[in-house]
């Protein structure tokens, strides 16, 4: 299902079009095309089952099904398994997707860093 989130590229790219209440998990790029967004609602009560992956070309974004979500308590190394592969994510920035054995391309932005993040 195609997605109202886009990107706005440049050289830090931001994400643009998130509910007004949304709280980025994880932004990067998986390869030259794609990017992806975690995101859920910023809310005292969430849940795993609150998160939301949008991933593609930065004008084309589309919802992808999310099946399970384990985060570990070592600090928080997440595992998300979705309908297109498995994303990984730690606190001290080993994150990877198993699209074709490559990590990530770049990574902009995890729930644990201290960086700006748009939800207009």
């Known amino acids: 299902m195609n997605s109202s989130i886009k990107i706005k590229l440049g050289p830090k790219p931001v994400v643009i079009g998130l509910p007004r209440n949304a709280q980025i998990e994880y932004f990067g790029k998986i390869d030259k095309e794609r990017f992806f967004v975690v995101w859920r609602p910023k809310k005292d009560d969430w849940d795993y089952k609150d998160f939301h992956l949008v991933v593609g070309s930065a004008d084309n974004l589309k919802s992808i099904r999310i099946d399970k979500v384990e985060?570990?308590?070592?600090?928080?190394?997440?595992?998300?398994?979705?309908?297109?592969?498995?994303?990984?994510?730690?606190?001290?920035?080993?994150?990877?997707?198993?699209?074709?054995?490559?990590?990530?391309?770049?990574?902009?932005?995890?729930?644990?860093?201290?960086?700006?993040?748009?939800?207009?």
Not at 93 to 115: C, I, M, N, R, T
């Open 71 to 120: 985060r570990f308590s070592d600090g928080g190394s997440t595992f998300i398994y979705t309908a297109i592969g498995k994303f990984f994510f730690a606190p001290w920035g080993k994150h990877e997707g198993d699209f074709k054995g490559q990590p990530f391309l770049e990574f902009y932005y995890s729930a644990y860093d201290d960086v700006y993040n748009s939800g207009s």
